[in-house]
């Protein structure tokens, strides 16, 4: 849980030319992305929000994001994303185009917190393999 008077580590984004940005820049492009798409209308989205930054303190190595739908709709539907809340993990592939390696739909706390380690292992575990075959 975030403390009181602490900074977030979660990205707030309000629009899509914000999206546009955070995704070209070339710092995030080796990290992977973690994104919340919440709405302020939304019990289940706001109770998961704690948890979100919870998530985002644990893993320092990726980058959260929270999208308020009604602030980015045009994102919502090119995500396509029905229902929220909806967290989607993604990594940059080789042709630096942005990939959807996982989503959850719902505010289910144990499987968001799994489905995020797993996702982390698993970009920590590629990343490692890729410097393995570029050392060997």
Same mark, same amino acid.
């Given at each position: 849980m975030l403390e009181k008077g602490a900074k977030s580590r979660v990205v707030q984004v309000d629009s899509q030319e914000t999206w546009n940005l955070i995704t070209s820049k070339l710092m995030y492009q080796d990290s992977p992305i973690i994104v919340n798409f919440t709405a302020t209308w939304c019990m289940p989205a706001t109770a998961m929000e704690p948890l979100f930054e919870e998530q985002a303190l644990i893993h320092k190595d990726a980058l #959260?994001?929270?999208v308020d739908v009604d602030e980015a709709k045009g994102l919502m539907k090119k995500m396509k994303i029905r229902a929220m $809340?909806? #967290?989607i993990m993604m990594t940059c592939n080789k042709k630096r185009e942005w990939v959807v390696m996982d989503k959850v739909v719902g505010a %289910? $706390? %144990?499987e968001? /917190? /799994?489905r995020?380690?797993?996702f982390i292992h698993f970009i920590r575990k590629q990343i490692k %393999? %890729?410097?393995e075959v570029l050392v060997n």
């Open positions: #959260f994001l929270s $809340p909806t #967290f %289910n $706390p %144990n968001i /917190k /799994k995020i380690a797993a %393999n %890729n410097v």
